[in-house]
């Protein structure tokens, strides 16, 4: 640091303090010449590394400093000295309304109000584990109230509900430190003492950690109300506690009727608009059974019954001579109150795999997923390690009658739990690729909040290593049907299923050595079965260096199509790509086994004869320029073709373009892009057969007549038809009618001067007498008729 003394003066060059002030000036200050302010009780004066400026002439006293002065200084200074003095820093805290922050947390973190009942019964959960755990090393704890379970008493005449549990209770400290104080969890506190006993740790079953869950009663309540019995304390204390208030009540317990022998009692007093719904005892019923099913607590809530039973009441009206012996029996309904235990059934993933039988898992899929039909495939595994989490998937026998619940958003075809808790069945997107949309089953994790929300979900390194592992296992599950000896198994499941996996090859590139085993295709060979890729390359020829496919909208069509005259009668297998995502799936992949994929309705392509090619380009380039020069910019050239040995001329799209099935997929889209069909279409191709006679007819044509009008239509009409034959369509549909009709009014014409003149010749030879020849039976040679009669 380097320091200036001087005497504070003004603009008069008088002393107005009087006292030496000592400032010290930053390097970093004289390096950045930058301005800082010094808070001094002196005039301030401003620094520009080791020099100062005033606004005006100072006295003489001050004659060793620079002329230009002002009446107040400005320090550039770090830091000031003020008389030797420092001012000490002021540490504060944070200021916060409660009841607003509370109302933020609660309403971020929970986005349906029904989950307040799914968040209390986990806390009553945990405290009955907690409970579980440390009576295993003091038996006293559970003298008072030996059974472990929850009660849940909705009342809709006063709109509470009350949630009752006999787990460890909480002392005063309890409450003030998990009540009292917003996002602290007595959860995590408990198992962070647990640390150092790694055993009891590993098997703890304790769900919320998070330090908010209780406040999500606020949620539906205006007024909450604890009542908690701790076995380490002899009095029961009470936290009272209301939604727009930020303090609330501990008292003692004074009422002997409210005493429990141990454990706590929550009451919701419920907010006028949620009272009806969440009052409702069925509702309530509804509530557990989806969110809180699997709790390994028994939980009984308090249902609303009715029963028949004998009506005592005498009748006045009766007749007096009936005597009471001879009257049936009356009857009545009425209601009553009972306990019902609502979470019979037991989470079947927690069991063991080994130890659950095929019936079980089937009966829990039907009775989960509302199907009718036994699942094709069910795998149940458990993960540990970085990640642990328990899983049971299904494969669905049948597809949805919609075949957009495949891929919707809402499918809900996931259950999301988190130790044994239910969390959401919304979380499809984040678990599982859109492509594996059909798969049903559940997932409990112990690694993830009872708060999670899609945002948590969509960040997690948890849920992408979860969702990486039941990937593969779904994969393992599919490929085990295609392994089964009843082919029909996996065939029914391609029918169902086959679009999603083809899906996949489009959306999934980092799991193409997964999914290509499990692709089907018809073929040039079998058009009646499905074909593997494996299949295909096992039966390729010995020269064949690709796997050659040709998209359609039918196998009929594509069996017929003019590309694969010359692979056929090379005997290449080509496979048919007849529904609209398969190209699209077989461009993504690209290559199978090194084998790449080759389009037939494309150029470029190579069939290995190019010496024979080379002649016959030599022979026929005239013929191609003269149809190049025709056609124009219908096509981008005219070339000798390798794939046609019967039909004239085929078109063939450009290497980089749409092919003409891709083309009049995208021309039926609802939303289609015009300019980008131009653009995507790409260049087109004539492809002429060297061999069939209308090209050598047509070779001889541009040789001696070019300029015919009749031989320039002929070109026009051969490359409308091998549009059409080609899968594409004709620009002018009405005038590619009328060249046809022309040549078909032509053709009769020729035909009808043929017929006139073989009729003339018939007229000719009827002019002239034929006398026929009579033939002479001898006698012996007569027959008679025989006589029917006789």
Partial sequence: ???MNFTSTGASGSSISGKEVRFTICRATQLNKSSRVCRTTTPRTNFAGKRFYCSKHMHNSCAKFPSHVYRSFRCQAAVAEVEDAEIPAEKLEYQAEVSRLLDLIVHSLYSH?????????SNASDALDKLRFLSVTDDSLMKDAPELEIRIKPDPDNSTITIVDTGIGMTKQDLIESLGTIAQSGTAKFINALKDNKDALSDNNLIGQFGVGFYSAFLVAEKVIVSTKSPKSDRQFVWEGEADSSSYIIREETDPEKLLPRGTSITLYLKPDDAFEYSDPIRIKELVKSYSQFISFPIHVWMEKTRTVPDTTTDTDSASSESQEEKEPKTKTEKYYEWELVNETKPIWMRNPKEVEKSEYDAFYKSTFNEYLDPSAYTH???EGEVEFRSLLYIPGMAPFNAEELYSANAKNIRLYVKRVFISSDFDGELLPRYLGFVKGVVDSNDLPLNVSREILQESRIVRIMKKRLVRKIFDMCQEIADREDKEAYKNFWTNFGRSIKLGCIEDSANHKRLTPLLRFFTSKHEDSLV?????VENMKPDQNAIYYFAADSIKSAKSAPFLEALLKKDYEVLFLIEPIDEVAITNLQEYEGKKFVDISKEDLDLDDEEEEREKEKEYQLLCDWMKQILGDKVAKVQVSKRISTSPCVLVSGKFGWSANMERIMKAQTLGDDSTLDFMRGRRVLEINPDHPIIKD?????????RSTKYQNIVNILHETAMISSGFFPENSAEYGGKVFEVLGLAMASQGDH???NEEEEEK?????VVPEV???EPSEVQQDSDPWN
Avoid at 113 to 121: A, D, I, N, S, T
Avoid at 765 to 769: W, Y
């Fill in 775 to 777: 033939e002479v039976l």
């Fill in 113 to 121: 109000k029904e989950v307040f009942l799914r968040e209390l019964v």
């Fill in 532 to 536: 593997s890729l494996k299949t295909y």
């Fill in 1 to 3: 640091m380097a320091s």
């Fill in 381 to 383: 595994f458990t993960t």
């Fill in 755 to 757: 017929q006139s003149a």
């Fill in 698 to 706: 047509l070779n001889l044509a541009c040789k001696d007549s070019p």
């Fill in 765 to 769: 030879s009827a002019d002239v007498e």
